[in-house]
């Protein structure tokens, strides 16, 4: 092993490292919890509504249940299910505004559950399809008179294709740098100051500068993402 991780490497920085993991965990399940039993309790308003047939009130709170997500978690894909089912069934009737509504709800949960990469990518791709066809059906304004449905869905489609949101490489840098700022921090409180509260400047420039430059990529990143 060499100096640095044997010096870093103590018992007691390792049961510091444990105590941070474990606080992280316990972080991480209470944000769980919360997502998932929102969720639950969303869906079952909205199934609620749908058994007093208020359609509308209904694809609002399903929007609501969709856009909890958690991994694993049956609320999401369940809410995304009947906002699917509404979109068909008040196309077939008829209900334009209705189906837009409902298929630009699954569209719209679906972008706010993103991050590094997009959940239900090929359900996305269905909606915007949806989307774009319906929108082509709609009465037309005079800028575009002279144009066919087809263009028309075309048009549609390719501004709805597009997924808005950050940078996939700069949002890699925001969480690297903050990973690395605070895991140097985290050592720099251990180890730059020795059991007489003094100063160690070997572990002082080691963990401060690598502090610095965690620090420095995050907010780097946050600039540019």
């Known amino acids: ?42 869906l079952r308003e909205a199934e609620e509504l749908l058994q007093r047939h208020d359609r509308d009130a209904a694809i609002v709170q399903l929007r609501r249940a969709a856009r909890w997500y958690a991994p694993l978690s049956p609320y999401h894909a369940r809410a995304l299910h009947l906002l699917w089912r509404e979109g068909d069934e008040a196309e077939r009737a008829g209900e334009l505004e209705r189906a837009l509504s409902a298929y630009r709800s699954v569209r719209g949960a679906i972008l706010a559950t993103r991050s590094l990469y997009v959940p239900e990518r090929e359900l996305l791709t269905a909606a915007n399809e949806r989307i774009a066809s319906l929108m082509a059906r709609q009465e037309v304004p005079g800028v575009d008179a002279g144009k066919t449905p087809e263009q028309l869905r075309r048009e549609h489609l390719a501004l709805l294709t597009p997924i808005p949101g950050p940078n996939v490489f700069w949002s890699c840098v925001v969480l690297g740098g903050f990973v690395c700022w605070v895991f140097a921090t985290f050592a720099f409180s251990l180890r730059a100051i020795d059991d007489e509260d003094r100063w160690v400047p070997a572990e002082v420039k080691r963990w401060g500068g690598l502090s610095a430059a965690g620090f420095g990529l995050f907010v780097l990143g946050m600039l540019l993402i």
Do not use: D
């Not at 049961?15 to 972080?27: E, N, Q």
């Open 1 to 42: 092993m060499s100096g640095t991780a044997a010096t870093l490497v103590t018992p007691g920085f390792t049961r510091a490292l444990l105590r941070l993991l474990l606080m992280a965990a316990c972080v991480l399940l209470v944000v769980s919890v919360r997502v998932v039993t929102s969720a639950r309790s969303e």
